[in-house]
């Protein structure tokens, strides 16, 4: 039902390498436009021109995001996660590292273009970023999932423009059913959203796979 | 402690129209990036062109993101939210009417950047549609408030490509307290994510106001 086809192309290291400069470009494009001061005049002129690089790059267009060879975890193939992907401008993007114990972690500092209530990050943003580190603390456990349930309280606002922490982790597998938790922090250590979530192995992985 | 200063710049009709067509043809090179065949020459040197526009547009830059004069409506304001913001790139940007009785409505449509499993919104993304979604219709109570929690529960897989719906409604306001539910739809009329959630009003908002 999906617009979007699951096959994907395979990046080569070259082009994953150009491509990600050139996400990284266009990010800064996105906070420059929601905080430039340029008239009216000034901006159009620019969009013109953004209209043109556009037209440029989808000279030659994939029916979806490409993928690239991932290294031990599965998930680090989807270079163009909204979350994670440094391919994506979207994405901030977050470098989430799993330790041997299961533990992922990052860093992050979230611009303006994720602004909730003036100054702080917006809740569903927290939200997205919890629902990735939770997916990849239950991917840990050797069963990868889609979510199932993801639930999020906000304890105080998260500040944009600072480093935050994001730390999540698998509580208990049932099956193809996994547990997890994750918090995200703010530069003084303190709990700003913390998150449960279930995540579930779909069954057509499991057969894809015996 | 926010890096983000919480006053704002008002914008007029003409920088706040340029800026929104700026804004869209940020948005379409955003996913022509994901989604672009280009070699690595050819994304190396739009990757330079955009670092000129990206110059020209910090040329006058602000300290956060600008707000418009709002109708009915406080929140509308919010002209670069993450969600409903036509002037932030980032954003869908999804257009969320609210019903005489209470009802927050929208239909929108999620490319590539939103991908999460393949061809499928990633589930923090839906998360995020809610939170906006039931943020509105608790304010729409009068009683305007940040998110305290926010439940996500996941019946199926939400398709990228293909229009969807998402609807919200407060269930009931205690003081400073109002709780929400909403769902996100496929084109065939299923639910694939439904939320919960409960919005507080902040005290610095009570007391500022009598």
Do not use: W
Not at 76 to 87: C, E, F, M, S, Y
Not at 105 to 127: I, Q
Not at 140 to 157: H, K, Q, V
């Amino acid at each position: 039902m999906s617009a979007i086809p699951m096959e994907r192309p395979m990046l080569g290291d070259d082009e994953a390498t150009a491509l990600t400069v050139l996400a990284a470009r266009v990010r800064e494009l996105a906070e420059a436009t929601v905080l430039t001061g340029a008239d009216a005049a000034e901006a159009a002129a620019v969009a013109d021109e953004i209209a043109a690089l556009t037209a440029r790059l989808t000279a030659e267009r994939r029916g979806a995001p490409p993928f690239v060879t991932p290294g031990e975890r599965r998930m680090d193939r989807q270079i163009a996660n909204p979350v994670t992907g440094p391919l994506n401008p979207f994405a901030p993007p977050i470098s989430l590292e799993v330790t041997s114990d299961g533990v992922v972690r990052g860093e992050f500092t979230l611009g303006a273009v994720y602004e909730g209530p003036p100054s702080y990050v917006h809740g569903g943003v927290s939200a997205m970023v919890l629902d990735q580190a939770l997916g990849m603390a239950a991917a840990a456990t050797g069963t990868p999932g889609m979510t199932a349930t993801l639930e999020t309280r906000y304890r105080r606002p998260t500040p944009l423009g600072v480093p935050l922490q994001v730390e999540a982790k698998a509580s208990r597998v049932e099956g193809r059913k996994v547990h997890a938790s994750g918090t995200i922090s703010a530069p003084d250590g303190r709990v700003t959203v913390e998150a449960t979530g279930m995540f579930i192995m779909p069954q057509r992985f499991v057969t894809s796979e015996y």
